[in-house]
Structure formats: structure tokens, C-alpha cells
């Protein structure tokens, strides 16, 4: 493990007492620790990225932001701000989803050396950026290749042969009658059955069973939280897939998407009160057990909660009956889509 040569204070574009950061100095900083990665092959480094970092006068992204090697200000930087929702006004990213830290080594795969990115666990980015991330990253990597490691998942970075090029390279397929259909429906069919599985379950088995009753008795703690974080940020995630799938994919399940979504309001306020039971103290937390009568925010609190419960168990049903629908959809329910959407909840 070797040390990070990023200032923190230059980092900080907002700190106008010293000059910020050149993307020219930070390719050239993380192209010499790529080279010390080879070196050490297998041996694991802290990394930190902040996507679309540099940005020029008139508002156009010039690059990503990559440092490499141990630097504890930065990395408490990160932890407590970057990837953390609601501090967006000490972020130099304009989103959780934009940032990410963890560790980096060099392995060799097939014969050749291949750059191996590790997220914490706490990472929000999503892992279908992924690819396109990694092929921009090339520039800053000696044009070495480069994965990302999630939860023991290999992916990829684009390959299209064009290093320079960061736009999507998602493409649309022509079928004989005119209609357009995503040639990537597959992926995003069986993403939307991941995130939907992943989101309902939560409501279903840890929000009624834990961090409900936790919030009424007061005894919340940080695993409720990261739990609520995770859900939140599967939302965000489901919400981005969806506005992106084909019409033909958002219709069939846009009832069942919406009433996922619709609960996002209350889902809010009960992650407000978990979040403000966790920053109050100890001697406060005594005070309000010993209060005889709650009060009234606690009773509204409490009805918020039991309504949320009880809609879990319909928007679970719903999606049931869902379920149901897609593995008997015909060709003439929507045509040319039906293994696609038969696949979502197969």
C-alpha cells in the first residue's frame, strides 16, 4: 500500500484559498499508482472517485476525478459526505450515485494485467454504470483494462474500441414491422425483477418486522438506518431503469411500478424520525422513555407507520398477481415482448 498525493485542501473545490486540482495532474498522478498497482500485483490500495469532477466555465464535464493510495482525510471525507445522502453542500459530487471509494489492486487475467476495482459496501453507484464508468476510467489506467468487483460479480467495461467515446453504447434493433425494441431488454427486464424483489422485500420482511417496531420503541440503531439507505437507493435505481426501459416493458408494469413509488413520500418521514432518534443522545433518549403519554408527532408517527405496514402486504399481493399475469402474457398482449416480460418474474 502506498500514500495518496492528493491534497486535501486542493481537492475541496470549494476552498478558495488554494488552487484546485488539474484533470491533466490527475491522470498523470494516477497513471504513475497504476504503475505502482502493476508492481504489486494482487496488492490492494484505497482508491477514491468522483465522477464528472472537472467541469469547465460553460457547465461541460471535462472528467472524472481518481486518486489512488492511502489518505485517511479523504477517506473520512467520502464515508461521512460523498456517499452519504442530504450533504450536498460539502459534496464535490452532485450525487451519492457519483461517487465512490474502496480498493484497487492489479491482477492478471488471461495474460494480461487487468486493473480490479473494489467498492465499499456502502457504494451507491449503480452497477449498470459500471461498464461505461470503467471505459472512461481507461485514460487514467496506462489504457490497462479494468473491472469492477461487486459482492463477488466480475463486470466489464464497455468494449466498442473507441476509448474516446463516453456516450452510451446501448443500441435499438428494428423489428419487420417498424417497431423498435431495446436490444438490451433482456438485462433491464431481469434488473427490474432484481430491484422490485429487492425493494419489496425490505417492505414485506425488515420494515415491519425491525425498523418499525425499533422506530415506536425508540431503539433504532445504525443497521436500520443502512437497511432504509439501501432501500432508498434501490428506488433511485428502480426509478432510473424504468424511465429508461422500452414503452412497451413500462406499460406492462407501470400500475405495479407506481405503487412501489407512491410510497416514497412516507417512506421519507419515517427515515426522518429513525435518523433524529439516532442523533439524539443518550440523556435525551432517557427523558422520552420516561414520558408518560406520547405525543402527538409520536402518534402521528405510529398511525404513519401502521398505514405503511398494512400497504406492504397489498403491493406485495399486487405484485403477486403480477406475477401471475406475465408467466401467462400471450404474443398478442404485446407483441414480440412476451419472453422478455415472462422472463421478469420467472
Given amino acids: 500500500m502506498f500514500k495518496s498525493k492528493t491534497d486535501f485542501n486542493a481537492f475541496d473545490k470549494k476552498n478558495v484559498k488554494v488552487d484546485n486540482p488539474k484533470i491533466t495532474k490527475v491522470k498523470g498522478s494516477s497513471k504513475a499508482g497504476t504503475k505502482k498497482l502493476m508492481g504489486k500485483e494482487g496488492e490492494r490500495t484505497p482508491y477514491h472517485l468522483i465522477l464528472e469532477y472537472f467541469v469547465d ?7 472524472h476525478f481518481l486518486d489512488f493510495g492511502e489518505n485517511k482525510k479523504l477517506r473520512k471525507h467520502f464515508e461521512q459526505v460523498e456517499m452519504k445522502s442530504g450533504k450536498l453542500d460539502k ?5 451519492p450515485k457519483k461517487a465512490c471509494a474502496g480498493n484497487v489492486y492489479v491482477e492478471e487475467v488471461k495474460g494480461n494485467k487487468v486493473v480490479h476495482f473494489e467498492p465499499v459496501e456502502g457504494s451507491k453507484v449503480p452497477k449498470a454504470q459500471w461498464p ?16 469492477v468487483v461487486i459482492a ?7 468494449e466498442d474500441g473507441d476509448e474516446g467515446d463516453t456516450t452510451d453504447t446501448t443500441t435499438d ?31 414485506k420482511e425488515e420494515l415491519p418486522k425491525t425498523i418499525v417496531p425499533n422506530v415506536k ?43 412501489i ?39 402521528r408517527l405510529k398511525d404513519l407507520l401502521a398505514y405503511v405496514t398494512e400497504k406492504t402486504d397489498e403491493i406485495w399481493a399486487s405484485f403477486n398477481k403480477f406475477q ?21 418474474f420467472k
Fill in 57 to 63: 466555465d460553460k457547465g461541460k464535464v471535462e472528467g
Fill in 91 to 95: 459534496s464535490m459530487s452532485e450525487t
Fill in 132 to 147: 461505461k464508468i470503467l471505459k472512461t476510467l481507461k485514460p487514467f489506467l496506462n489504457g490497462l483494462k479494468a473491472v
Fill in 152 to 158: 463477488g460479480v466480475v463486470i466489464g467495461a464497455e
Fill in 173 to 203: 434493433a428494428t423489428t419487420a414491422d417498424g417497431t423498435e425494441t431495446d436490444t438490451d431488454s433482456t438485462s433491464v427486464t431481469a434488473k427490474i425483477k432484481e430491484l422490485v424483489l429487492g425493494i419489496t422485500g425490505v417492505l
Fill in 217 to 259: 420503541a425508540k431503539t433504532v440503531s445504525q443497521k436500520d438506518a443502512d437497511v432504509l439507505g439501501r432501500l432508498f437507493g434501490n428506488l433511485e435505481e428502480l426509478k432510473t431503469v424504468y424511465e429508461n426501459a422500452g414503452s412497451d416493458i413500462q406499460q406492462k408494469i407501470e400500475k405495479h411500478y407506481d405503487s
Fill in 261 to 299: 413509488m407512491n410510497q416514497v413520500p412516507k417512506l421519507e418521514k419515517i427515515q426522518t424520525a429513525l435518523n433524529n432518534l439516532l442523533g439524539v443522545s443518550e440523556e435525551t433518549k432517557e427523558a422520552v422513555t420516561k414520558e408518560p403519554e406520547d405525543t402527538e408527532e409520536v402518534k
Fill in 324 to 344: 401471475d399475469e406475465i408467466s401467462n402474457a400471450t404474443s398478442e398482449a404485446l407483441k414480440g415482448g412476451d419472453e422478455l416480460l415472462k422472463a421478469l
